[in-house]
C-alpha cells in the first residue's frame, strides 16, 4: 500500500491547526516531486509542541520526512533565536530561520520565504504543492509542500504502526493521538499526549490549574474563549468546540491568570494581532487595527455602546477577505470573548472592574 493511502486508511490530519487530509498532501507531493517544509515554528501564541517534538523525537521526524518525500530535499522551519532552531542545527538538518513574526510562520509566508522572498503569506492561486503557485510578482512558485512537525511524526508512527494503532485513539472523526500544549495559571505547563474526544477537565487536572482561574482560551489567538466551568464540562474535541465556534485547532489550551483583568488580557491580545499584520490586503492592514481599537474603547469604557456597535459590524464583515486567514482567526477569537464577557465589559462602560473592584477602571 502506498503512503498516502496508508495515510488515508489512518485518518491522519495537519496538527498545524487547519486539519487538512495529509495523505491528499502526500499524494499530491510525490506526483509533483514537491519539496518538503516541515513547520516547526510554534507559530500560534502559547504554542509548544513543534518544540517538543524536535526535542524529543527528531530522528522520527525525519524519517517522516524522508518518507514524506522519497528522498527529496527537505528543509524544517523554526523561529530565529529559538531552541528548537538550535536543536536542529546542531543535528546538521537544514533549517530555515523565520522571523518571530506571527504570520511568518503561515504556509505560504514559508514558501515565499524559501524562494528568496519575504515571509510573508502569498496570493494562492492554485495549491502551491502541485506546482502552479504563484506570487504575488506572478512568478512561479516551484512545487512544495508544508507540513506541521507533529503531522510529519505521526506519518513515521503511522508507517512502524500500522492505520489501525492510529485509529484506536480518538474518535471516528478525528482519529489519531495529538499533542496539546496546556500553559498559563496552571502548576506544571506541559505538552501532553491527548486524543480528541478526552474531558478538558481532565487535561487541565493534569496541569494544576490555580484554583481562582476565571477563564481558558482553546487555540490560541485564532480560536476562542471560554469560562473555565463551560470549559470543563466539553470534550477536547472539534464537535464539541464547535458549539461555541473553536475546534481543537492546533493544540493549544491557555488558562488565564485569574489576577489580571481578562477585558485587559483580550485588549492587550488584540493590540498585538494588529502589530503583526503582514501589511499586504484590507483585512489586516485596516481591520486588524480598527478591532483593536473598537476593544480597547470597551474596555476603557470610552462610548462603549457605539464602540461594540462598530465592532459588532467589524466582526461580521471581516472573516473569509484576507490573503491568508490571519483575519479570520481573530475575527473568531474577539467574537467570542465579546460574548463571553458582555457582562465584563458592561461593568467597564460603567467605569468598574469585576476582577480589581476596589479600582476605578477609567483610561
Known amino acids: 500500500m502506498s503512503l498516502a493511502n496508508l495515510l488515508d486508511e489512518a485518518g491522519l490530519t495537519g496538527r498545524g491547526g487547519a486539519a ?42 525525519i524519517e517522516g520526512a524522508r518518507l514524506v518525500t522519497g528522498g527529496r530535499p527537505v528543509r524544517v522551519a523554526a523561529k530565529r533565536g529559538s531552541r528548537t532552531l538550535e536543536l536542529l542545527t546542531r543535528a546538521g538538518v537544514d533549517v530555515l530561520a523565520i522571523p518571530n513574526r506571527y504570520v511568518s510562520s503561515e504556509e505560504s509566508a ?13 496570493t494562492k492561486t492554485v495549491p502551491f504543492v502541485r506546482g502552479q503557485g504563484r506570487d504575488g510578482n506572478d512568478r512561479p512558485i516551484p512545487a512544495t509542500v508544508v507540513l506541521n512537525a507533529e503531522t510529519v511524526w505521526r506519518v513515521a508512527q503511522i508507517a512502524d504502526r500500522g492505520p489501525g494503532w492510529f485509529r484506536s485513539q ?17 502548576a506544571r505547563p506541559a505538552v501532553l499526549e491527548a486524543a480528541a474526544g478526552m474531558p478538558i477537565c481532565a487535561l487541565l487536572d493534569h496541569v494544576g490549574v490555580a484554583t481562582d482561574a476565571e477563564y481558558v482560551g482553546v487555540g490560541g489567538l485564532g480560536g476562542i474563549l471560554l469560562p473555565r466551568d463551560t470549559a470543563a464540562e ?14 481543537v485547532g492546533p493544540g493549544v489550551v491557555t488558562v488565564h491568570d485569574p489576577s489580571e483583568c481578562i477585558v485587559d488580557t ?4 488584540l493590540t498585538y494581532a494588529a502589530g503583526e499584520s503582514a501589511r499586504q490586503c484590507g483585512p ?14 470597551l474596555a476603557t469604557g470610552i462610548e462603549a455602546s457605539t464602540a461594540d456597535s462598530r465592532l459588532e459590524r467589524r466582526l461580521a464583515e471581516l472573516p473569509g477577505r484576507g490573503a491568508c486567514r490571519f483575519p479570520d482567526g481573530i475575527a473568531r477569537f474577539a467574537s467570542s470573548a465579546r460574548t463571553v464577557l458582555a457582562d465584563h465589559l458592561t461593568a467597564h462602560a460603567l467605569g468598574h472592574c469585576p476582577t480589581h473592584p476596589k479600582e476605578r477602571h477609567v483610561a
Do not use: Y
Open 234 to 247: 466539553l470534550l477536547w474535541s472539534s464537535t464539541d468546540l464547535a458549539r461555541f465556534g473553536g475546534s
Open 284 to 297: 489586516c492592514m485596516f481591520g486588524l487595527p480598527a478591532i483593536a481599537t473598537d476593544w480597547h474603547a
Open 170 to 186: 480518538g474518535t471516528a472523526t478525528e482519529p489519531g493521538p495529538r499533542l496539546v500544549a496546556i500553559g498559563g495559571a496552571v
Open 110 to 122: 514559508l514558501i515565499s520565504l524559501a524562494q528568496g522572498g519575504l515571509a510573508r503569506p502569498l
Open 20 to 61: 487538512f487530509a495529509t495523505g491528499i498532501k502526500v499524494r499530491a507531493a510525490h506526483e509533483s516531486g514537491a519539496t518538503l517544509i516541515v513547520n516547526a515554528c510554534d507559530g500560534e501564541v502559547g504554542a509548544a509542541k513543534d518544540g517538543w517534538v524536535v526535542a524529543h523525537h527528531l530522528p522520527a521526524l
Open 266 to 269: 483580550v485588549d492587550h491580545l
